[in-house]
Nanobody
């Protein structure tokens, strides 16, 4: 019943910013854990940021700490990834994900891609030097 729709990815120069959006239908991210992942060609899909079921705790990969912010708007059933001070190594396809089909604790950050069962289509972020 849930579908995730991403937007916001594009070409941007190093040092710039992007705001990625992931809109959910059927279920609200306010009641489920959610996360952003990214995958560059030839590399594994890696965790970028996660938000707990309650929204009270978050996790960031060391490579993006201080630059990226994960958030959600409950009224719009939308989560966001604000990306600042972008670097060429941030270039990747970015995916949003939600944990829907399994029970979740309110304050746990689920860090692995196998923890999630609903995925967006991915949006390309390209950072030029």
């Amino acid at each position: 019943q849930v579908q995730l729709i991403e937007s916001g990815g594009r070409l941007v120069q190093a040092g710039g910013s992007l705001r990625l959006s992931c809109a959910a239908s059927g279920r609200t991210f306010g009641n489920y854990p959610m996360a952003w992942f990214r995958q560059a060609p030839g590399k594994n899909r890696e965790t970028v940021a996660t938000l707990s079921r309650s929204g009270g705790t978050s996790y960031y990969a060391n490579s993006v700490k201080g630059r990226f912010t994960i958030s959600r708007d409950n009224a719009l059933n939308t989560m966001y990834l604000q990306t600042n001070s972008l670097r060429p190594e941030d270039t990747a396809v970015y995916y949003c994900a939600a944990r829907i089909g399994r029970s979740s604790l309110n304050e746990i950050n689920y860090l692995g891609k196998d923890d999630y069962d609903r995925w967006g289509q991915g949006t390309q972020v390209t950072v030029s030097s």
